[in-house]
């Protein structure tokens, strides 16, 4: 365990959600809204805390898509590539996005941490495709070049 | 309040049908996640902020003693006309205004609520005809709204709304006239099969759960709708979330259940906010927790939150990811209903399924088998998407044709252009064509023509779309998805996606069908869960009716419908150019020469078909296809 990570998130969250073992995924919900990822320290004091091996907390946490354990970016960009988008064309504002940012499949995230780009497989706004969130707020009828346009406002912001 | 007794709840409906009868105006302003992001909250701030500035006493919450001249305020669930938000209806005229502004407020509140008058620019218009009303619009006249009846009609952040409008009557009959076999028995005569796509029959599953011996046993709602295109049952979690517990509630009586679980996919977290929203008045309320009523049945409501794996929508990955496990199918059987959540009987049904119950309980199985078809009676939901004029959420009598989805109330293809091919339950259904469109829709006669109604995704495709594609995307997500407990489904879908992607970037070989057909007959028979099993499907079917796109991009490396990046020309029109260099400055790989003033030239071979250079030429010389 480190000495130097300051685990009082972690006592917080364990606090509401308790330590039974079915809670893992929650818990690990609640403490990825607070760093954005799952810092590395935290599986062998969750391990300790709710009695179940480093390993099985960690087999959870690399299944489930939206577990990070890299540090995301301040900007969490989703672009959607359900059916409904993929068929009104997202793959031009992803593309986009990827070359405004200087990013790749691998690379999502800028070294800045100032944004993330990612796909998401439905966000359920099929009635406004092509559609992407930022931080979950949905942004719809999107096009390359508002994508592009929204990326310049948000810089601002950083 | 606390609603001890069942006079209690009785009162209560009488004293809120009341107050949502006073109020002589209502403003619905739509609040699902549609409108939200058009913007339809500030819409509502707007005119809240505009009203008190006049004077005129709105009321946002519905008031036990409703003043005179009231206008309710509401934030209602989804319309399902989501391509025309932000929507605003307005009753008692049923007046519909679409793509409403903040700048269009102050006009609402003085000529509408003031005035009475219709605006007419704010109106639905089709083909040169203004709608008034909401209901004379044709994406509404066709459906049947019976699982959405609320949608659209009542606050869905408020139980007062609810009970005002004969919420929880179906509870209180079921507690206090029926006993769980009775409540079965009316399940089953109603004919209501699962609508999360296997179609079985609700009643069978319930009563095979109050059958077993266990003292312990669940109610489980499947809210991971994980189908790219689909949202029903989102809708119905944000639009009616009490109506979906009320359904759970009741499965739990007739069951012998104290407990529900309802699974949210990670992706819809004001479906969670509202279901959590409504669980708390539920409680609050004393028609959730002990001791419902007064009559000694007791029910606890959970929520989980998924976390990203489409896998999850399968029942023992969803109870094992309940469990605070890995997402992971097992071998069947057992069955859930014998060992489902923490090993107990489990009844699983989906969100569309647990909300068609309240009604049948009180309107009984006939006038539930008065709708839709012998063998799949009912309304089915859907989401319309896709190429398509009108998308958006609707619902429709089961045996509905394909035909009046798309052309009545869907409007018809999208710019003008031809209708091509239909997905229906997304990535494990099959693709529907032009002879299928008078096909009525059904569990049973989609299955006849190897498709499914899945969890009801429509998504339409014209005739610019390449179906080749198409299927390469649907493997794609399958195999990302695929949670690689099983070797069939772990690199047989891999090998799959392998050879659809040589295709599209035309390197296709001859023999790449006929492997693709022997690797989806043995990945269907082999494979462990839902996922494998259907995993090919969207293959299998284009293959059936594309097979010609399939061969001009293996034999001709040519896309039929020009979308295959790969496989496309791109070239100046040499009459057309007037070399103003443009083109070559913004090549990214120097493909494309030529002098000032004279047509420019594209070397095919260095050309990696970007299109910056179709984007760039100011007289569009550049072509492609």
Not at chain 2, 494 to 517: F, K, P, W
Request: glycine share 12%.
């Amino acid at each position: 365990m480190s000495q130097s990570f300051d685990y009082s998130v972690v006592d917080g969250v364990l606090a509401e959600l308790g330590t039974g073992e079915s809670a893992v995924i929650s818990i690990l919900q609640h403490i990825q809204e607070h760093y954005r990822y799952l810092p590395r320290e935290i599986f062998p004091y969750l391990s300790k805390k709710l009695g179940v091996s480093q390993a099985r907390i960690y087999s959870v946490a690399t299944f489930y898509e939206n577990f990070a354990l890299e540090p995301k970016g301040k900007f969490v960009i989703k672009v959607c590539d359900g059916t409904a988008c993929h068929v009104r064309k997202s793959v031009p504002i992803l593309e986009r996005l990827r070359k405004e940012l200087g990013l790749t499949e691998k690379k999502r995230t800028t070294d800045d941490l100032g944004f993330t780009v990612e796909t998401v497989s439905c966000l359920g706004a099929c009635g406004l495709a092509p559609v992407l969130t930022v931080n979950d707020k949905v942004y719809p009828g999107m096009t390359p070049d508002k994508a592009a346009a929204l990326i310049e406002e948000l810089k601002g912001e950083l | 309040m606390h609603l001890k007794t069942r006079e209690d709840l009785r009162a209560a409906r009488v004293l809120y049908g009341k107050s949502l009868a006073a109020q002589e105006k209502k403003i619905l302003v739509c609040a699902g996640t549609g409108c939200i992001s058009s913007g339809s909250l500030d819409v509502y701030d707007r005119l809240r902020e505009l009203m008190e500035e006049r004077g005129i006493h709105c009321a946002v919450r519905l008031e036990e003693e409703p003043h005179e001249h009231e206008v309710g305020m509401k934030k209602s669930g989804c319309h399902g006309f989501c391509e025309m938000g932000p929507l605003v209806r307005i009753e008692p005229w049923g007046y519909l205004y679409t793509k409403v502004k903040v700048a269009d407020c102050e006009e609402i509140v003085e000529k509408t609520i003031l005035g009475g008058e219709h605006i007419e620019r704010l109106a639905y218009h089709q083909n040169g005809k203004v709608f008034e009303k909401q209901d004379e619009i044709p994406f509404y006249q066709k459906q049947t709204r019976l699982v959405l009846e609320h949608c659209g009609h009542i606050d869905a952040t408020s139980i007062e709304e609810y009970l005002g409008i004969g919420g929880y009557t179906a509870l209180e009959k079921a507690l206090f006239e029926m006993d769980g076999d009775a409540i079965i028995r009316t399940v089953t005569d109603s004919g209501l099969r699962g609508r999360g796509g296997g179609g079985f029959p609700a009643g069978k599953k319930w009563s095979q759960v109050k059958a077993q011996k266990t003292e312990e046993k669940y109610i489980v709602c499947n809210g991971d709708e994980g189908d790219p295109g689909a949202f029903m049952d989102r809708s119905i979690m944000e639009g009616d979330p009490h109506r979906l517990l009320e359904g759970m509630m009741i499965a739990g009586l007739a069951c012998g259940a104290a407990e529900g679980y309802i699974y949210v996919r990670a992706e819809y977290p004001m479906a969670v906010e509202r279901l959590r929203t409504a669980i708390s008045q539920a409680e609050a309320w004393g028609l959730l927790g002990e001791n419902v009523l007064g009559t000694g049945f007791s029910f606890k409501m959970h929520i989980n939150r998924g976390a990203g794996a489409f896998v999850c929508g399968e029942g023992s990955a969803l109870t094992a990811s309940i469990e605070g496990k890995r997402g992971m199918p097992r071998v069947k059987p057992p069955r859930t209903v014998e060992h489902g959540l923490f090993d107990k009987p489990t009844v699983l049904n989906n969100v569309e399924t647990f909300a068609n119950v309240p009604r049948i309980i009180r309107e009984g199985a006939e006038w539930f088998q008065s709708f839709g078809t012998a063998g799949s009676p009912g309304t089915k939901a859907f989401a319309l998407t896709g190429n398509i004029e009108n998308t958006g959420l609707i619902e429709v009598p089961m045996g509905t044709t394909l035909r009046e989805i798309i052309f009545d109330i869907g409007g018809g293809i999208k710019d003008g252009k031809e209708f091509k091919a239909v997905q229906i339950g997304g990535p494990s259904g099959g693709c529907l064509i032009e002879t299928n469109l008078d096909l009525p829709l059904d569990f049973d006669s989609l299955k006849k023509v190897g498709g499914m109604i899945g969890s009801g995704g429509l998504v339409v495709m014209d005739d610019s779309t390449c179906m080749v594609e198409v299927a390469r995307f649907f493997m794609n997500f399958t195999q990302n998805e695929s949670c690689g407990k099983c070797v069939p489904c772990r690199e047989g879908t891999r090998r799959m996606l392998e050879i659809m992607e040589r295709i599209v970037d035309g390197r296709g070989e001859e023999g790449d069908i006929e492997t693709l057909l022997e690797l989806s007959d043995m990945i269907s028979n082999t494979a462990l869960c839902g996922l494998g099993k259907t995993a090919a499907f969207p293959v299998l079917g284009t293959i059936r009716y594309f097979r010609d796109e399939y061969e001009a991009h293996i034999r001709e490396k040519r896309c039929p419908a020009g979308q295959c990046q790969k496989l496309k020309r791109i070239w100046i029109e040499a009459d057309e150019c007037k070399g103003c260099s443009k083109c070559a400055r913004n090549c990214p790989v120097n493909a494309i020469t030529g002098k000032v003033k004279e047509p420019f030239t594209i070397d095919a071979n260095k050309c990696i078909k970007c299109g910056a250079c179709v984007e760039a030429c100011p007289f569009h010389a550049v072509k492609e296809g």
